[in-house]
């Protein structure tokens, strides 16, 4: 799956493609994820850009690297609603609906919308 936002910086489309992975049953705990010059190579990247997205993975606690065997899609997420991630998120989406309250798009439809992205239905 492809992310069509090229406004982002490349590391951060790899970051959003192996989380969507995840959400989609694609990419299961336990799984092996490339190397970092393979996946460089698949994805046609820079290493370096590889490397920082993986780093990001890696903090945000989606994937874990065995020094010398791998890197590996994590068995456990943190807790839901205790991560400083998802109280990050939870800001930037009162900060989106807020935008999309003020440009009049009606409740019903923004709950579609959200309800046809959380179960992975692109339009």
């Known amino acids: 799956m492809q992310m069509n936002d090229s406004s982002l910086p490349y590391y ?33 990247l820079n290493p370096n ?22 890197t590996y899609v994590r ?14 998120s939870k800001k930037q989406l009162l900060t989106l609906l807020t935008e999309i309250r003020y440009l009049g798009v009606p409740l019903d439809e923004v709950v579609s919308w959200i309800k046809q992205a959380y179960e992975g239905v692109e339009q």
């Open 49 to 70: 850009t590889v490397s920082k997205a993986y780093k990001q993975l890696e903090t945000q606690q989606v994937i874990t690297t065995v020094h010398g065997k791998g």
């Open 75 to 88: 068995e456990s997420a943190t807790a839901p609603g205790n991560s400083a991630q998802v109280v990050a």
């Open 12 to 44: 951060e489309q790899l970051v959003w493609r192996v989380k969507q992975q995840i959400v989609q049953g694609i990419l299961k705990p336990g799984d092996r994820l490339p190397s970092v010059r393979d996946m460089a190579r698949q994805e046609q």
